[in-house]
């Protein structure tokens, strides 16, 4: 086979995306475990402890989750009396999330784990090492939206496929 073929050791959306999955991935299971949260609602409760009564638009725009994944994950946290959800005052069809007393408490206890799990991860780094870090992924993420919207120059989307009607569909 001829061709380009990916160096999986230079290849940095590769590894950042490994790294990622790995780390999430073991985060889910310690949390599942500990708490009876995955990485999911662990995500969106620390925002929550930073941003307090924010809609789910917000939590979609800063962690990258889509609108069913959070809409999904609130109802849960919700129901587990986690969250709150509420009219905001200033525009009746928005809605804010808010911690509930429950939810902070359980942020405290996640977030101690959570940190730790960051120290062990950087444990061979210098002071200096992590700013240096720090700073590039801050402006590799600031690429994000770039690199997204990139589109080859000639190369047209192709159509979306319809889907084939099933046996039961076509014969009525």
């Known amino acids: 086979m001829a061709g380009t073929r990916l160096n999986l050791d230079r290849y940095v959306p590769g590894l ?16 599942r475990n ?9 995500r969106i409760l620390s925002l929550l402890a930073l941003e307090p009564g924010i809609p789910a638009q917000r939590i979609c725009h800063v962690i990258g989750f889509d609108k069913a994944l959070v809409s999904r ?11 709150v959800v509420r009219s905001d005052v200033s525009d009746s069809r928005r809605q804010t999330i808010t911690l509930t007393p429950a939810g902070l408490e359980l942020h405290d ?6 940190l730790e799990r960051e120290k062990l991860l950087l444990l061979d780094f210098s002071e200096k090492e992590i700013d240096i870090l720090l700073k590039l992924l801050h402006r ?10 990139y589109r080859p120059k000639g190369q047209k989307p192709k159509k979306p496929q319809r889907k084939k009607p099933r046996v039961a569909d076509a014969a009525e």
């Open 16 to 31: 950042l995306t490994f790294v990622s999955n790995k780390l999430s991935r073991g985060a889910s299971a310690v949390y």
């Open 34 to 42: 500990l708490f009876g949260i995955g990485i999911t609602e662990w």
């Open 73 to 83: 994950t609130i109802k849960t946290l919700q129901k587990d009396r986690y969250v």
């Open 109 to 114: 206890r996640v977030i101690k784990v959570s």
């Open 140 to 149: 590799m993420h600031s690429r994000v939206d770039t690199v997204n919207s």
